[in-house]
Structures are given as C-alpha cells and as structure tokens.
C-alpha cells in the first residue's frame, strides 16, 4: 500500500532527478515503476498528493475518502498517535475553515462501534456508542466523539479496495484543532489496535509494517507492508506503545556523550528536546557557528546570514542510536529569507515534556516502521515524486498537536 507524500511548495528535487523531460529522468521513472509493480502497493483512491502547510501548523497532509458514497477529508499524518478522527455531527469543529463533515446518516455502510467491540475502551456511560477522549501534547488539544466503522475506498494498480475501518467520529476539538493543526482530522499511525495500520494488517491487506520517505523539499511517500531493505540502518523500539528509540550520542560538529529516548513523529514538524540534552546540543552548535546570531521565535538559535556566505560553514549534525547505527541530521535548519536578509535557524526547539524527534530530522531518507520486528529503519533514499513551485516557506511559532499517549482514553499526567 502507498501513496506520495509532499508540500504545495515544493520545489523540483534538483539534487537527486535529472532534468525533468531528459531520457535519464524518464527512465529513472520507469526503473522506479518496475520495482514497484508486483508489490500490490495501495494508494489512496483520491490520489497520493499530500501537502505540508504552513499556516495549518506546518504538518503533512493527504486526502481521503470514507463512505458511501466518497466524501474526501484532508487529514494530517501523525506517527505520534493512533487514531484515525474527522469533524463529525460538530458541536466544536474548526469554524473558520471550509471543512467536510462526516455524517454518519448520510453513508450507506456506516456502523457505529458499540460497547461490546473490542476496540472500544472507554465506559459507555448510559448509551451503547462507544464514545472516545483523546489529548495531546499541545496545550489543551484534544477531541471526543463517538467510534464509527466505514469504508475507507483504496486503490491498487488494477482494483478498487474498500477497507473496513474505525475512526473517531469527532464531535467537540480543542486547542490548536480549532485554527492551526488538523482542523480537518488526523490520519493516526501509531502501534495501537485501533490505527489504520493495526487494522490493515490484521485484515490482511499488507505485512504489519510502513515506510514514510522524506524529501529534501518535502517530498516523499509512505508505504503500507514496505519492511525496508537489508542494508538499512536499525535500532530496536523500546517497549513502550509508542515509536520510541533511543539515542546515545549527539555529534554536533564534536561528538557529545547523551543517553535519551525521544518518540519518532512525522506528526511533528520540528524537534524538540528537553533539558539538559537541549542546552548541550544548541550550545554546543553554537560556539561552532560563524555568524551573529539572531533569534527568532520559536527558535533560540538563529543566524544572520552575510551576502555570498556559505552554509556549508553550519557544523555538521549526527546521531548514533542504541546498537551502534549512524543517522547523519542533513537538514537541521531552516532558512527563512526576505528581500532584505537570510537567517537560518537551528530547527530544534526546547521541550518542557518529551524528546520528539521531527520529520525535519528525517530530511532524505526512507523510515521504516516495522512494527513486526519493533525496529526504526532507516536508509538515504531518493523519494519518487517531482513536483515544481516557488512558494516561499514561513515556520509558525505554535508547535503541532502530538499525542501523549494510546488507545480511545488518552490523559495527559
């Protein structure tokens, strides 16, 4: 199963493509196609085309499609939780966003989850619908509702797959789903029973395992049953329910000792580390960086940078994972230019609560959740899509919702 993943922004991935209409870069697409036919990869019947926006809390985003008949939702991609939700029979949805609603009056195949299910996990409290509470890390961010089971309408390269799923019905958001992240719903991934790749798997779809590739410009495609290859990189996830790894070093131009679990989260578009490990990091950066600094909300570390200066001066960045294996950061800055003046920011933002790390540190490769094994992969990989514009991209000061914890009842302690 597999659909492209990228930004409206994009620009054409210069680096890795050959000219876009050369006889290397169509046979680079036809090499490409080769090794994807026979897979039964699945996409999303309502295309594969996801964007990461800026003023929706800079996260990624596709479309799908749930009921009888189709109606298509633009939903975040979120590793952080496990629930698949969309605004459903609102009495607190976003309301400054033209958004689909879901109603499950109006599908034809639409089931509502009762308290017998075995995915429901919360007391009914005096209904037979189970409802489900669900809090993030963002402050007060959250959304309830009741459980729903539809049709998810999914593709191959020669059939029409209708999935069975169960998804929040999301009836009251808080927090930064009212104006900035997800205001549309959140396609969770996580390790749960109730994700979409839990539920694909255990239906016999594809293996219990998916791969998010990200480009250097933000273009990328995510995987259904893809376990890698036998060269990637791999550390195992700790037992937690969640993503988690661990890492052990941090070189930042010098190589500084660290020993810390952090959540691997494409649902969160930077990195944020806690105390000390922030401080020695970003200070660390610091004393190698060649400019004045300058900083800028919500990054402390910011440079102005000179007409004609080279970044290639920003020091260099790595992490060694537990077990031994290398993840070389090739893109942990961000560039924000006017006509006046570039400043490039170190991409990592001080916690308060846990170590994330961000799809910024995931830049040029291909991760493996492999859910089966419980190991990250990892590989330098060239993601299959070409798309060209000349947006400028501008980060927002409000980090992303990212889950705190699992299943239909998830508190913050």
Known sequence: FSFQMHHRFSEPVKKWWPAKGSFEYYAELAHRDRALRGRRLLTF????????????????????????????????????????????????????????????????????????????????????NCPYMVSYVSAETSTSGILVEDVLHLTTEDEFVEAYVTFGCGQVQTGSFLDIAAPNGLFGLGLEKISVPSILSKEGFTADSFSMCFGPDGIGRISFGDKGSPDQEETPFNLNPTYNITVTQVRVGTTIDLDFTALFDSGTSFTYLVDPIYTNVLKSFHSQAQDSRDSRIPFEFCYDMSPGENTSLIPS?????????????????????????????????????????????????????????????????????????????????????????????????
């Open 317 to 413: 960045m790595s992490l060694t994972m537990k077990g031994g294996s290398q993840f070389p950061v090739y893109d942990p800055i961000i560039i924000i230019s006017s006509q006046s003046e570039l400043i490039y920011c170190m991409a990592v933002v001080r916690s308060a609560e846990l170590n994330i790390i961000g799809q910024n540190f995931m830049t040029g490769y291909r991760i493996i959740f492999d859910r089966e094994k419980l190991v990250l992969g990892w590989k330098e990989f060239e993601c299959d899509d070409i798309e060209n514009s000349s947006v400028p991209i501008r980060p927002r000061a409000t980090p992303p919702a990212v889950a705190v914890g699992v299943g239909n009842d998830t508190t913050k302690s």
């Open 45 to 128: 019947s309502d295309g594969n085309s996801t964007f990461r926006i800026s003023s929706l809390g800079f996260l990624h985003y596709t479309t799908v499609s749930l009921g009888t008949p189709g109606k298509k939702f633009l939903v975040a991609l979120d590793t952080g939780s496990d629930l698949f939700w969309v605004p459903c029979d609102c009495s607190r949805c976003a309301p400054d966003f033209e958004l689909s609603i879901y109603n499950p009056k109006g599908s034809s195949t639409s089931r509502k989850v009762t308290c017998d299910n075995s995915l429901c996990r919360n007391r009914c409290l005096g209904t037979s």
